[in-house]
Each structure stands twice: as structure tokens, then as C-alpha cells.
Nanobody
Framework: QVQLVESGGGLVQAGGSLRLSCAGS???????MGWFRQAPGKEERDFVA?????????YYSDSVKGRFTISRDNAESTVWLQMNDVRPGDAGVYSC?????????????????????WGQGTQVTVSS
């Protein structure tokens, strides 16, 4: 089991940068980690980025590719989401999630229901 706590959200101007952090506990290094965004007015979360347990592979949604970077440090039990060139469409509640088990298919990284543990989320607001 792992517990997750996000931080780093806030108000950012369009074109600016923000770095989100997700601190984990338990056997953090065993889990694939992902970031998801819940946009205002939407119930479901959209996939943003994911990283394998050993950082050998990362996945990004098309909308953030080239602007966002996911990284992790298992020794610190932390995963980060570096957000650059932030756009108004990036606004929402960002949650980190942990997925156990082995699955190499891309949908295993991008599908919300596959993930086992979730943090409470951190709000990102973008001013234009």
C-alpha cells in the first residue's frame, strides 16, 4: 500500500511554469506513477503523464508532450511534474496515482481506473 500527497499547485500565468510534487510512503519504488487532471466541470480525470517504477519509460498525453516532464526519485519517494509553457487548458485539479503489478501495454499507463492509489489532488489555476 502507498499513500500519496501532492503539493506545488497554485496560480500561474499562461506561458509560465509550475512544478508539482507527489510524496509517497510505503513501497513507493514498486509502483508505476501517473499524473491525471480533472478539468473544471468534468467528473473524469484525464491522463497527463506516467513513469515506470524504474524511470526507464515515460508516457505523455499529446496535449502536454514537449511541455511537461515527469520524473521520480525512489530514494525520496517522490514524483514530480514539471509544467512549462502552461496554457489555460491545463487548469484543473492534478492528482498523482500509483499502479502496482506488471503491464507493458500503453493503456495500462493512461487509464484512470487501472491505478490503485490516489492522492487528494492539487489545484492549478492558469491566468491568461
Amino acid at each position: 500500500q502507498v499513500q500519496l500527497v501532492e503539493s506545488g499547485g497554485g496560480l500561474v500565468q499562461a506561458g509560465g511554469s509550475l512544478r508539482l510534487s507527489c510524496a509517497g510512503s510505503g513501497r513507493f519504488g514498486d509502483y508505476t506513477m501517473g499524473w491525471f487532471r480533472q478539468a473544471p466541470g468534468k467528473e473524469e480525470r484525464d491522463f497527463v503523464a506516467a513513469i515506470t517504477y524504474n524511470s526507464d519509460t515515460t508516457y505523455y498525453s499529446d496535449s502536454v508532450k514537449g511541455r511537461f516532464t515527469i520524473s521520480r526519485d525512489n530514494a525520496e519517494s517522490t514524483v514530480w511534474l514539471q509544467m512549462n509553457d502552461v496554457r489555460p487548458g491545463d487548469a484543473g485539479v492534478y492528482s498523482c496515482a500509483a499502479r502496482g503489478g506488471y503491464c507493458a501495454e500503453s493503456w495500462c499507463y493512461t487509464t484512470e481506473r487501472i491505478y490503485d492509489y490516489w492522492g487528494q489532488g492539487t489545484q492549478v489555476t492558469v491566468s491568461s
